[in-house]
């Protein structure tokens, strides 16, 4: 066994410094970061973008005709039934150029932007959710993009026009006990004459079982002369000592092609490494700041059936001689989804003008609306099922066989789960955004809060420090929110007044957070957690009231007044929180919990199973289990 075959002993340092080194420097402006910083640039975002013409009048001959193959040609009540996306559609897809929506139109790909790809997006998963999972995970972080990002012109010639005549890709970071920590991987990638040799696990790759080029994240042993490091490849799945050992069944998208993959020995040609040694991760995290952005389509697809749904069901349930929608009860869960529709739609399309024009860095926006739109759409769909009441809880093929409408309400609630977790866990985006979010901090006090720093180094970082909080708190006093601003906007003006103070009133208190607990401000998450979604909610009130604004429409101007207020109303209760909460109590608690202290609140129960790991052990070498990937017909091999 080798060094890179062990379980890596890691530090908490040593984690961090990973994804430190893995940041892109900022060099362009920030909506994201400056508000953040109190200083509230709408003009970053107004007036509101336009999509690029030519590739507009792409989308505008491809979306008509993918909404009649899917209209026509996709069951999704089938392939929640049988949990297979059948073969057929796979190759519908691939001719339709679904497989190339992101790919340039000279590796024959559709060229979409980034507005008109999440619209298709959106469109294929309302279909049936898998499908948009499936053309997300191949396009958004399988090799298109990594390609279209970091790699050369050779490879680009190479895999681009494979994958957008119709070959799957996937993505493979995750292994049994590596996550969001990807310090600990331990696939190894040896350097051999001629490229490298791939040993390991990968666990949870999506469309692992049947795609045929992969992106693969490996350690690179140092040695001497080579600095090693986590390093990206593309390798072909059918490369000798591959195995695809599982494919792995999940409560939601059921239709997933998700695999558990081994590596034993796979040799990689040096040409197929994305970029330099030790770089990997720079590579998986700048994929994933665009990549981000398919996520929340899904989410608006789910929020806008969601609405549809819930408006003609409280038109025709009556309870106590009236429609359900008539009681405040249930009125004010419709006005939630139906809003939360419209502002989470406004922060995507935002996002996606903002990735398409590339002037600006979006990797705090990208990452709000994923942490946003996965908690808000989640929160509707479960309003939804409560709207709907036993029939919320009944499948759609349970009503159809009583015969009522088929609603599958259930299913979307079970679709939209797992993107709390998907390409960053609310937990993790959480710390990822308040990382950025303090990062002018650091950069000018972070020695003086290093406790390994030299005396030397904390002096002149404190006369840093000085200088820059002289200049900068002041600014946070009053601003344009104070007096009568943004009058122009009319009954919204005050819902961007609320954002300039609270802009400003959230960077005292994240000064305010520096300031109490310094080093120790990396522990407070909860404290973090209520400084991001207060900056989520500012984001969201923002775009929605720009979008408004440009659209002309009352109704339009409506939908962003009642947005705003509800999210007005979510700012000020985490606020109130920031400070008066219970979170040393429920450390407290915890670690008591932890301890076993209340071991006696889990008698009087059948215990859970006792027998087999936690966290699923792995050796290298060659597989023992039967390769069960799956080949499509449409690809010629």
Not at 255 to 273: H, K, M, W, Y
Request: aromatic letters at 8%.
């Amino acid at each position: 066994m080798t060094a890179t075959d062990a379980k890596p002993q890691v530090t908490a340092a040593q984690a961090r410094e990973i994804l430190e080194s893995s940041r892109d420097e900022w060099k362009k402006p920030s909506f994201g970061k400056q508000l953040f910083l109190g200083r509230f640039r709408l003009d970053l975002i107004s007036p509101w973008p336009q999509p690029d013409p030519e590739k507009a009048a792409r989308a505008e001959a491809f979306l008509p005709k993918l909404r009649e193959y899917l209209a026509n040609n996709v069951d999704g009540a089938q392939i929640e039934r049988e949990s297979f996306i059948p073969d057929d559609v796979f190759a519908g897809l691939a001719e339709l150029g679904c497989f190339g929506m992101k790919i340039d139109p000279e590796y024959g790909g559709l060229g979409l932007s980034n507005l008109h790809y999440c619209r298709a997006l959106m469109l294929t998963g309302s279909a049936n959710p898998s499908l948009g999972a499936l053309l997300s995970a191949h396009q958004s972080i399988g090799v298109p993009q990594p390609l279209k990002m970091f790699g050369t012109p050779e490879q680009k010639k190479r895999f681009l026009p494979r994958l957008a005549a119709g070959e799957v890709s996937a993505f493979l970071l995750t292994e049994p006990d590596v996550g969001s920590d990807p310090a600990r991987m331990r696939t190894s990638a040896t350097p051999v004459e001629g490229g490298y040799k791939l040993s390991g696990v990968k666990l949870w790759a999506t469309n692992g079982t049947v795609a045929t080029l992969l992106v693969v994240l490996a350690r690179v042993p140092k040695s001497e002369g080579r600095k090693g490091g986590i390093t990206a490849f593309v390798v072909e799945s059918e490369s000798a000592g591959i195995t695809v050992e599982r494919r792995n069944a999940f409560m939601g998208l059921r239709g997933l092609e998700n695999s558990v993959t081994r590596f034993d020995d796979v040799f990689v040609p040096a040409e197929n490494r994305i970029g330099e040694e030790g770089r990997g991760m720079r590579v998986a995290l700048g994929t994933l700041n665009t990549g981000r952005l398919s996520l929340p389509a899904s989410c608006v697809g789910a929020l806008k059936w969601c609405t549809g749904v819930a408006r003609g069901w409280v038109n025709e349930r009556v309870q106590m001689g009236v429609p359900i929608a008539k009681h405040e009860a249930i009125a004010t869960k419709i006005a939630f989804i139906a809003a939360t529709t419209y502002g989470v739609e406004s922060m995507l399309d935002l996002c996606c003008m903002l990735a398409d024009d590339d002037r600006n860095d979006i990797r705090i926006e990208a990452a709000l609306i994923k942490l946003y739109a996965s908690e808000l759409a989640w929160q509707a769909a479960d309003e939804l099922v409560q709207i709907r009441g036993g029939r919320g809880f009944e499948t759609a093929a349970s009503q159809e066989a009583r015969g009522e409408r088929g609603i599958a309400a259930e299913q979307i609630l079970r679709d939209l789960r797992i993107n709390r977790i998907f390409e960053g866990s609310t937990e993790i985006m959480h710390l990822l955004i308040a990382r950025e979010a303090v990062d002018q901090h650091l950069s000018v006090a972070g020695d003086i809060i290093d406790p390994k720093a030299p005396t030397g180094r904390k002096v002149r970082a404190g006369l840093r420090a000085a200088g820059f909080y002289a200049r900068w708190l002041p600014t946070l006093a009053v601003g344009r929110g104070s007096f009568h601003g943004y009058a122009e906007y009319g009954d919204l003006g005050r819902h961007l007044r609320y954002v300039e103070r609270s802009s400003r009133k959230l960077a005292r208190q994240t000064f305010r957070g520096m300031a109490r607990w310094q080093g120790k401000m990396e522990f407070k998450q909860s404290y973090l957690s209520r400084i991001v979604d207060i900056g989520a909610e500012l984001f969201a009130i923002a775009a929605t009231c720009v979008r408004a604004q440009a659209s002309g429409r009352a109704e339009e101007r409506e939908l962003a007044d009642l947005f705003c207020r509800q999210a007005r109303d979510r700012a000020e209760r985490s606020f109130r929180r920031l400070h008066r909460n219970t979170d040393a109590a429920d450390v407290r608690g915890s670690t008591r919990i932890v301890d076993g202290r209340y071991a006696f609140l889990e008698d009087g129960i059948l215990p859970p199973p006792e027998t087999g790991d936690w966290v699923a052990t792995w050796e290298p070498g060659p597989s023992s289990e039967t390769d069960v990937r799956r080949r499509l017909p449409h690809i010629h091999r």
